[in-house]
């Protein structure tokens, strides 16, 4: 069992910059990928960014350039630095565990969200 916390969310300006945080616990960290996912009101959860645990990386289209996810393995902690932030970014951020994919179905643990809200 592995248990994911995210932090860090809030509420931001169109142009700004919030750094998201996962604290995990409970099982060997570096065993998985860790991906960002989101949902906005209405939509479907998508992906936003994954790691797996050599550090590579992929990107969401519609976030390349702008976001960056990292990872900490001796702190046990993903995290997403998230700049030029833009209204469409509004939504709750999820963090998972599990196998490196764009698919949520890949992923086999789930933090319970936080919430990100940008202003135009």
């Known amino acids: 069992q592995a248990l994911l916390v995210e932090s860090g969310g809030g509420l931001v300006q169109a142009g700004g910059s919030l750094r998201l945080s996962c604290a995990a616990s409970g099982r060997t960290f570096s065993d998985y990928a860790m991906g960002w996912f989101r949902q906005a009101p209405g939509k479907e959860r998508e992906f936003v960014a994954a790691?797996?645990?050599?550090?590579?990386?992929q990107y969401a289209d519609s976030v390349k350039g702008r976001f960056t996810i990292s990872r900490d393995n001796v702190k046990m902690t993903v995290y997403l630095q998230m700049n030029s932030l833009k209204p469409e970014d509004t939504a709750v951020y999820y963090c998972?565990?599990?196998?490196?994919?764009?698919?949520?179905?890949?992923?086999?643990?789930w933090g319970q969200g936080t919430q990100v809200t940008v202003s135009s």
């Open positions: 998972a565990a599990g196998s490196i994919s764009t698919m949520t179905r890949m992923y086999k643990y």
């Open positions: 790691i797996n645990w050599s550090g590579s990386t």
